[in-house]
């Protein structure tokens, strides 16, 4: 029994560790893969999904698992006596663990609202092991150990990163490429515009000044001729005309 109480200390000290750790390196990895130029929002972008995936989601998994199918381990781990409360803590950690799987690959306001959910559980979490920490000296690593820590560390930091991510994405280079040279000389909102313009402008004012005083235009091309349409008319005169002669 001691064994086992032992491994479940062991187990309850090193996961919160170990996803945090898992965390940042998918982020990291996520990050150096995508392609450039690296934006301040992708970097937000990628902290926040793998937040959810490993100290949120696959933590609330593990939380689930050892409370329901290892109550009495998981429970000495924390310094407790088992309780039927368990199961619910367990059932509610598997919801919160599913809704951030959810939230990590969906937009802001489904993180949001997954983070103050998290926020008010693992907050309320924390506080319970502070009071027993003062009331109880309860210093068992399942109480006082790294869960301790976490429970504060990462609702704190996913909300911050919310916080800072931009709302709207970077204006990408192909779009503003694609503008025209109206709408360029729009933007420029009262601005000289370059002098290669004013160029332009000046040559096209001039061609048309020319073009007014040059009188009327001379036809460069003959009327067009229409033979199928008077070609018939014309034979059928003849036609006639051959008829009256006999």
Known sequence: MRDAEDWGAYIVSAVPVGLWVAALVCAGIAILRAPRPITFRLIVDKLLRYLFVFPLGVQGLWAFFSHVFMSEVAANA???????????????????????????FKGFEARAATAIAAACFLAGAG??????????????PGNAGPILYTDFLTPIAILVLLLVLPRRAEPVAAETSRSS???????????????????????????????????????????????LLDGPRKGKRALRKSRTDL
């Open 78 to 104: 924390i310094g407790w006596e088992p309780s039927p409360f368990q199961y619910e803590v367990g059932v509610a950690n598997l919801g919160l663990a599913l809704a951030s799987f959810y939230a990590a």
């Open 127 to 140: 506080v319970g092991h502070l009071m027993d920490i003062a009331q109880g000296d309860n210093l068992t």
């Open 181 to 227: 040279l109206v709408d360029r000389i729009e933007d420029a909102q009262g601005e000289a515009p370059p002098a290669r313009i004013e160029d332009e402008i000046e040559r096209a004012r001039q061609a048309m000044r020319e073009a007014l005083t040059a009188g009327p235009m001379v036809e460069v091309l003959p009327p067009a001729e229409r033979p």
